[in-house]
Nanobody, 121 residues
Framework: QVQLVESGGGLVQAGGSLRLSCEAS????????MGWYRQAPGKQRELVAT???????NYADSAKGRFTISRDNAKNMVYLQMNSLKPEDTAVYYC???????????????WGQGTQVTVSS
């Protein structure tokens, strides 16, 4: 199995910055897309940003120009640099990744446990 562990959440004032990290561990044979989603209270989980090796990142409109996603394939890590944070960015942020656990195995989707980001006005 594969485990994803997020870190870097916290409380920040509007206009501030946070950097989220997500480390994948376990039986990883190969990886595909990695990304970040978020879920605010009373709302559905939504895409923030995704990244595939060799491709340009994909961002939600709300994240464009403020957030930057990056990954380190050697370390099986994905990062989300969040700048110019707004109160509406307050949510639980979840790491998401697609991995194969062996040759010929299907690609499975994995989720982290989430990290809280709170932006005060």
């Amino acid at each position: 199995q594969v485990q994803l562990v997020e870190s870097g959440g916290g409380l920040v004032q509007a206009g501030g910055s946070l950097r989220l990290s997500c480390e994948a561990s376990g039986r990883i044979f190969s990886g595909n897309a990695m990304g970040w989603y978020r879920q605010a209270p009373g709302k559905q989980r939504e895409l923030v940003a995704t990244i595939r090796s060799g491709s340009s990142p994909n961002y939600a409109d709300s994240a464009k120009g403020r957030f930057t996603i990056s990954r380190d394939n050697a370390k099986n890590m994905v990062y989300l640099q969040m700048n110019s944070l707004k109160p509406e960015d307050t949510a639980v942020y979840y790491c998401n990744a697609e991995f194969k656990t062996g040759w010929g195995s299907p690609t499975s989707v994995y989720w982290g446990q989430g990290t809280q980001v709170t932006v005060s006005s």
